[in-house]
């Protein structure tokens, strides 16, 4: 395998899933349970070869997680020019450069190389608040990775529309306080929430994540699975969260 640079102030981070590992910076926004959580349930409707994009890939740790796990060819998109060249060393890190494409451009105006109505699956974790909410942070990747500066939810399941085939799925995680928002705009853009999972710290904490599966075109019918907690009352991980991870091979542990 050829010698991938890691640059000053990066980090290569292991987790523990079929030897995969992951450049990090220091000072840029790194993944979380939030991405793990995503990557699981979108995996469960990710076929062997199935075509799927994130967006917003960030680190790229979605992208490589699906075309690791589930054979999946992924195309990750990211706005941030020194974010994008970070994922696509992580790939290149993890010899994965025959399932993944990591891009850079703009969800608003896609690039070529994401053809629509070709996609089987769309994820992403997009900025979780409005540009109101709370002080933006010192670094602009951080900004705008948790702040809806370059992007909204409007434009995020617009480009989740365009990219997916009848039926496709979406795939998103986001925060409770934003679910009517989250809803109006997947349906505005013909995509009919289907699956919510609500993420809560543990067990009589309030919901502070919620992961949301939509079907393009898909008929009205919302389920809404059971709860899942992070931590159990030892103030460890969860059964179902282990479970989760297990299923991982330990991401994370």
Same mark, same amino acid.
């Given at each position: 395998m050829e010698k991938v640079p890691v640059f000053q102030q990066e980090r290569v981070d292991n987790l523990h899933i079929c030897g995969l590992k992951l450049i990090q910076g220091e000072n840029s926004f790194r993944y979380g349970v939030d991405a793990v959580l995503l990557s699981w349930m979108a995996g469960q409707k990710t076929r062997k070869g199935g075509k799927v994009a994130d967006l917003g890939t960030g680190s790229g740790i979605i992208p490589i997680l699906l075309a690791a796990q589930y054979q999946a060819m992924a195309y990750g998109?990211? #706005?941030?020019?020194? =974010?994008?060249?970070?994922?696509?060393?992580? +790939?290149?890190? *993890?010899?994965?450069?025959?399932?993944?494409?990591?891009?850079?451009?703009?969800?608003?105006? #896609?690039?070529?190389? =994401?053809?629509?109505?070709?996609?089987?699956? +769309?994820?992403? *974790?997009?900025?979780?608040m409005s540009p109101k909410e709370g002080l933006k942070n010192e670094s602009l990747e951080r900004a705008i990775a948790r702040h809806e500066i370059h992007c909204n939810i409007q434009d995020?399941?617009?480009?989740?529309?365009?990219?997916?085939?009848?039926?496709?799925?979406?795939?998103?995680?986001?925060?409770?306080?934003?679910m009517v928002d989250v809803f109006c705009a997947m349906r505005n853009n013909g995509l009919e929430p289907k699956r919510l999972i609500l993420v809560k710290p543990a067990r009589g904490k309030a919901a502070n994540m919620m992961l949301v599966e939509g079907l393009k075109e898909g008929n009205p019918g919302l389920i809404v699975e059971e709860d899942l907690y992070?931590?159990?009352?030892?103030?460890?991980?969860?059964?179902?969260?282990?479970?989760?991870?297990?299923?991982?091979?330990?991401?994370?542990?």
């Open positions: 998109l990211e #706005l941030v020019p020194q =974010m994008a060249d970070m994922a696509q060393r992580s +790939v290149r890190l *993890n010899g994965l450069e025959d399932r993944i494409r990591i891009l850079e451009g703009d969800i608003k105006d #896609l690039p070529r190389e =994401m053809e629509p109505n070709t996609f089987d699956v +769309v994820v992403s *974790n997009p900025p979780y995020v399941t617009a480009a989740a529309k365009r990219l997916l085939k009848t039926k496709g799925r979406f795939f998103l995680v986001h925060r409770p306080h934003r992070v931590y159990g009352e030892d103030g460890n991980y969860s059964d179902q969260i282990l479970e989760i991870y297990q299923k991982k091979k330990g991401a994370l542990l």
